[in-house]
């Protein structure tokens, strides 16, 4: 497939050339964290390549807050997202500058006799590979280009394109690197985005977007929109407690109902004097405490019971001691105990759940469509500093 798609040629590099070895992965998943397929991959050794250019090899892509703004505009709208996903997307770029890659000798054993000539010889790049450092900013900048030619205007927002249509109706484009999601309120619009983007590159095409950044999408039949990453931690929870039963029992369900005990107090009191420490005790509960506050971290983007205990942990990253790893490994389990809430985004605002609070709290005439939260509390830190947390629902 490489090399049918014009990928590489035979040359001989020059004296200033650097010649990078290649490897192959991996195994994909599907929203339902079952194995879809095994994705056999080249993947150009970044690690070992230093670019001999000043290209900035940033470009936007979708975040969390840009996937909410979306969904909550296409909620709003009473529409939901197609997704598009590129067939070998970096294949597709062509190379700007002169990178030369080696496939290992030890292939010819298991490949066609047609691509054995090519294995163990140095290869100039002629398209793009994942792992190559700027493989995603090629591709940016093609899919910009495509996106300007169709009259299509970027956003304040990290990878979110619009156009505006008559009548006050939209076409709006989140884009993740090679996967897009894609609505309008005209269907004769957006089909022809479809066709445009299928003639200018080679896609596959979902009716319904189920899966982005880690997370599922659904729609009811009321066309209100929901987001949630209970796949993702149960992820999380079976790398770090991989000996855990992902049934928990009528017990554990009641001894981790909170997300930390109600005696736990983080304060520095309580951190590894060294390193040295911090290893010790990374051995002795079995992950790195950096790593699953990091795991973590991305899961409180719905997980908001647990922004509390999530935030704590992140700030004894650098030397957490004994009780910060207990706790951790309490709020773990918490998580093996309770998946995190839904998010739900509302065709109709005044039948949210947050319409009614505002309504019995006396405050019916707030506009419950955007409404910002925040609290601030002194009690709970050992160095005079206030903790302080808010959230804002579109």
Not at 123 to 136: E, P, Q, R, V
């Amino acid at each position: 497939m490489v090399k049918d798609r014009g990928a590489f040629k035979k040359e001989q590099p020059g004296p200033n050339d650097t010649v990078v070895p290649v490897k192959v992965f991996k195994c994909k998943l599907n929203q339902h964290g079952n194995v879809d397929k095994l994705k056999a991959r080249i993947v150009f050794r970044g690690d070992l390549y230093t670019p001999t250019t000043d290209i900035d090899s940033w470009n936007p892509h979708a975040t969390w807050p840009s996937l909410q703004l979306y969904l909550a505009m296409r909620a709003k709208f009473g529409t939901f997202p197609s997704q598009a996903d590129y067939v070998i997307a970096y294949l597709q770029v062509d190379m700007k500058e002169r990178v030369f890659v080696q496939l290992p000798h030890y292939w010819t054993a298991h490949i066609p006799d047609n691509l054995k000539p090519y294995c163990g010889v140095p290869l100039l790049l002629m398209k793009a590979l994942d792992g190559y450092t700027f493989s995603g900013k090629f591709l940016y900048e093609e899919q910009e280009d495509f996106f300007i030619s169709l009259g299509m205007q970027s956003t304040p927002t990290p990878a979110l394109w619009r156009m505006h249509l008559p009548g006050g109706g939209v076409l709006m484009v989140l884009q993740y690197s090679d996967d897009f999601l894609i609505a309008s309120t005209d269907a004769i619009i957006k089909n022809k985005f479809k066709t445009a983007l299928s003639t200018r590159f080679e896609i596959k095409w979902k009716p319904h977007a189920d899966w982005f950044l880690r997370a599922r999408i659904r729609q009811d039949a009321d066309g209100n929109i929901s987001l949630d990453q209970h796949r993702y931690a149960k992820s999380v929870v079976s790398q770090y407690l991989p000996t855990a039963s992902p049934t928990p029992s009528p017990t554990d369900l009641r001894k981790f109902a909170s997300p930390l005990p109600t005696n736990v107090v983080w304060t520095k009191a309580n951190s590894s004097k060294t390193k040295t420490d911090v290893v010790d005790l990374e051995t002795e509960y079995g992950f790195r405490f950096i790593e699953a506050v990091g795991s973590l971290n991305f899961l409180s983007n719905t997980a908001y019971e647990e922004l509390f205990a999530i935030r704590k942990a992140c700030k004894q990253r650098h030397l957490p001691g004994c009780l910060h790893f207990q706790a951790l490994l309490y709020l773990l389990h918490h998580h093996r105990c309770n998946s995190p809430q839904v998010l739900t985004y509302y065709r109709n605002v005044t039948k949210s759940p947050l319409a009614t609070m505002l309504q019995e709290a006396g405050h019916a005439a707030v506009d419950p469509s955007f409404v910002w939260f925040c609290d601030s509390s002194f009690g709970v830190c050992d160095d005079s500093c206030l903790t302080g947390c808010h959230v804002g629902l579109l």
